[in-house]
């Protein structure tokens, strides 16, 4: 609360008819507006949303018991990439893994539209492979050079043993550890 000093002064008069004026101090005691800060910082703490993670929807296949029973891409449509160590990619199109290639994520974004505009639309299928020493961050590149280049059907799948043999036989070539 305010409070106001009062404090009499000593009576004296300076000068004949003089009235001096009596000098008021004021003090104000901040303690409540400090528990209105308090209040109000923990109201609006409690009332605010926090941010919500963001997520990415995929739409996965459904498991099928039968291999004859599982989709089937055209070979002229398919693109393969195999993401690696060191932020180098590997590409093949067609079911042919011999045919690998090698890129970087500057030059992919090129391959990916040169396939784009050489087969049908429909036709084109891209399978996303990263071995276990590609980086989160390699993969979700990936996926977003998929956003950026229109690409309508992508699918992210394990890499086999003849494609991750071939990853390491083109790596130890290429000296990449």
């Known amino acids: 609360m305010a409070s106001i000093d009062t404090g009499g002064g000593d009576g004296h008069k300076k000068g004949p008819g003089v009235k001096k004026a009596k000098k008021l101090s004021t003090t ?21 949303t926090m941010a919500q ?3 990415m929807n995929l739409f996965m296949p459904k498991d099928v ?3 004859e029973d599982q989709n089937k891409v055209k070979e002229s449509g398919a693109f393969t990439i195999m993401l690696g160590k060191q932020d180098v990619v590997y590409y093949y199109e ?5 045919k690998i290639q090698t890129a970087t994520f500057k030059t992919i974004r090129d391959e990916i539209i040169r396939k784009r505009q050489s087969t049908n639309p429909e036709d084109l299928v891209v399978i996303i492979k990263p071995t276990e ?3 989160y961050k390699n993969t979700v590149d ?7 280049n229109e690409i309508k059907r992508y699918a992210m799948v394990d890499i086999s043993k003849v494609e991750n043999e071939l990853i390491n036989i083109t790596e130890a070539a290429a000296g990449i550890e």
């Open 28 to 48: 104000v005691d901040m303690t409540p507006m400090v528990d209105l800060g308090f209040l109000l910082i923990t109201f609006f703490i409690f009332t605010s």
């Open 142 to 148: 990936m996926l977003d050079e998929m956003t950026i």
């Open 53 to 55: 993670p963001t997520a």
């Open 94 to 98: 067609g079911l042919d893994p011999t």
């Open 133 to 135: 020493h590609a980086t």
């Open 65 to 67: 018991d039968k291999p």
